[in-house]
């Protein structure tokens, strides 16, 4: 304050006005007023004019409308040389000048930290809560929604996320294939299937592209390309049809056409230029896969719902080239029933970045999560709170390992963080009833690294894309 | 305030307590709760429901959430009609066969041989119970005698008929239909073990039905009686006893009736078939493949929905004019549930080829 009181001394416009103004602040009586308003203190009272003089600076707005004394002095000063040093001195001092300077870095670093994200955004779009190194856990909200579908239960996508996948439980029961905003590009189904005798359930997509359907009606899993071209049936957890054909006489040759159906008993297999053929059907295991799910690193995650060994399954090192090399190993191994450890319609698996598993263990209002070893570790969503499960069905884990529960009777989606060793509930989103965001047995759920979420809504006939 | 509150919950627990006992026959979700269940919020929610009967939603699309043509929670495919269960363990006896058709049929498709082709194959359905709980029809030979073709406007829904919390009663049917207008309750016995598919491997339904093997076993002792008993409790002038295909009922529809109660022979009147003196197998030609004492609503008919087609030779199946007269819908929408196309229920047992004996 000295020094900037100090130049208003030296401002040549100033020097006429300084004594008196002090002179009559120190003389007491009405002027004490002034001073007392301006300096707030008394010990202003007995302090040089040169201590008083800012008083008289903003005098005039400090006491207008008091006594006739100070509005004589406001008039002394009102030369507009008491105020205008405020204004024109600025530009000289080298302090607000640094601060300005500071502040102008700040504001540019804000800038380009904020570039760099948009940069960053641009290049790998991610959700905010991906993209900042810090928890914002918040619900997503509605985008819109894909129609033309009917009674979708199942929901994949393509590795790089542009095509969604989504299987029918109405209707013709076809894989309908549609581009990221949700415009229709193809339908298709398993060769030698009819809309009765097939049911497609859930679906997941390799690194490859090509794209897994279970199959309740048909007790296997078709393997389609990204185009949903039929590629092949896994049989059972160890068998494909291809290496069927191959050990027959039709031969399995580049454009040989093969196709199964469980309800004809037999295979049809046509060789290249040759003439149908019908082969015995195959001697297979039982088994019932439900669920299916593809993680990144390659693991392949099977629900079986074999009545008395309801299990998860998992396959490694899967051939890329060979869709009939999988070998679905049993994971779990506690039966079917409602005790710890045992599984009653489990429909999906999913695995965590600590490779742990958590499985929708539908009919037991769970998910049971299992260690890489396959011993039971606990489970999510029992009881009656808020993070109560009705009856679970899809589910995904995003790469923050936010774990998304598809609750068909809840008719909301559940989410939890499993990225500590215990889960913490965090929110749902989502309720009953037809309007937009709003559910009618949701089935099941994907999520891209945008952070973009597509939400099968069964009997609203529709898939939502929500986004964080 | 508080006394009602305590008598309330008290009777709940003792609701609960005493279904651990009933249901424990339906396992999943329908029954055999335990004192501390965590079944109920499943289904319901005590302060926040969103549907009636404190339900967190609807009940028209709940069961297809397990029993539909995905059937993400249950083996018995209700929409599709057939079982999928593939056991790796051979039960003993088994439930059922894996996709061989439910007994009831299917709502949407139906794995059945009407055709009698010799194998059976998925086709849609041509007729079924509604159980949507929106869709209406008429529950023909609903109420008393001389009170019309029966109750319009009819809406059905799988709780109508079934109790989803068990009940210990063969397919968890309710004693009494919702909205059925039955006063005493029919409680139709479980199975001694569940067998949820028809046992013909090739899919011919015709017979196919409720406590079958019981029944051969003592075929004096009606076991279809009862079952026909719970579906009258709808179709309530459908019951007829044997003397209905030739006694007048009264009503200006429903006068002369099959019989679908009683067994032949009850009553000591074996002479109507074994004739006098008696003889054994009985004079009359009936199809000895199909042949039973008892005939009851089951034996012609399946519950939820059959593919069997009305395009026989003549126009008389699919035209026929239904009770209350009207014409449509007609072809294969006039197949009525039945387990054989066209109207072969009828010569399954009566076996007309033009050469035998005349049958009753």
Known sequence: MSSIWSRHRKHPTDEGPAEPLGQPAAAGSTETVGRAAVAGSTEAIGQPAVAVQPAVAVQPAAVAGSTEAIAQSAVAVQPAAAVQPAVDVEPDDPRRRRRLLILLGLLLLLIGTLASILAVYLINPKP???????????????????????????????????????TESGGERLVKMFDRDGNPQRAFAAAGTTPSTRSPVYLDTDTTGRVYVTDRLQHGVFVFDRRGTYLDTLLDPTNALSEYVAKSACRLEQETVFSFNTFEGFVRCTPPGGQAQTLPFPDVDAWSPLGIRIDESGRVLVTDVLQDEHRVRQHFERSPDDPARLNLAAFTGGGTGQDSGQLLFPNVAVADSQGRIYVTDGNNGRVSIWDQRGTHLGTIGTGSGEDALSLPRGAAIN?????????????????????????????????????????????????????????????????????? | MKRLLLVVLGACAI???????????????????????????????????????????????????????????????????????????????????????????????????????????????????????????????????????????????????????????????????????????????????????????????????YNLALTSTDPMTSQYQTLSDWCTQCHTRYLADPDSGTTDSGDAIFAYRHMTADTFGEGGDCAKCHGSPFTNPPPITFNGTYWNHDVECATCHVAHGTSAVMTGDGPYSGSALWPDGAAAPNGDARSSLLRVDNRGVCQACHDKPGTSAPAP
């Open chain 1, 128 to 166: 905010l809560p991906e993209l900042l190194p810090i928890d914002v856990d918040y619900a997503p909200h509605y985008l819109f929604s894909v129609y033309e579908v009917d009674q979708p239960i199942g929901v994949g996508l393509s590795p790089d996320a542009d095509m969604i996948y989504v």
């Open chain 1, 399 to 468: 790469s923050r390992d936010r774990l998304h529960v598809v609750d068909a009777v809840g008719q909301d989606i559940k989410v939890y963080d499993v990225s500590g060793d215990e889960p913490v509930y965090l929110y749902s989103f989502g309720e009953e009833g037809l309007e937009d965001g709003q559910f009618s047995f949701p089935g099941d759920i994907a999520i891209d690294s945008s952070g973009r979420l597509y939400v099968t809504d069964r009997e609203n006939n529709r898939i939502q894309v929500w986004s964080y």
């Open chain 2, 15 to 209: 609701a609960v307590m005493a279904l651990v006992g009933v249901a424990g026959a339906d396992g999943g979700p329908h029954g055999g709760y335990a004192p501390t269940t965590d079944g109920c919020a499943g289904c319901h929610r005590a302060h926040t429901a969103a549907a009636p009967r404190l339900l967190t939603t609807p009940v028209a699309a709940l069961c297809s959430s397990c029993h539909g043509s995905a059937a993400t929670g249950a083996d018995t495919n209700v929409e599709d009609g057939v079982y999928l269960d593939r056991d790796a363990v051979a039960e003993a006896p088994a439930e059922g066969v894996a996709n061989l058709g439910l007994k009831a049929g299917g709502f949407t498709n139906a794995v059945m041989d009407t055709s009698f082709s010799g194998s059976a194959a998925s086709a849609a359905t041509t007729s079924a119970h509604n159980h949507d709980n929106i869709t209406t029809g008429t529950a023909w030979g609903n109420g008393a005698i001389g009170s019309g073709a029966g109750a319009a406007g009819f809406a059905l829904g799988c709780t109508d008929c079934h109790d989803p919390h068990g009940n210990g009663n063969y397919r968890i049917l309710r004693p009494i239909p919702s909205d059925s207008g039955a006063a005493a309750n029919v409680n139709v016995p479980d199975e001694a073990t569940k067998d949820y598919t028809i046992t013909d491997p090739g899919g011919q339904y015709f017979s196919e039905g």
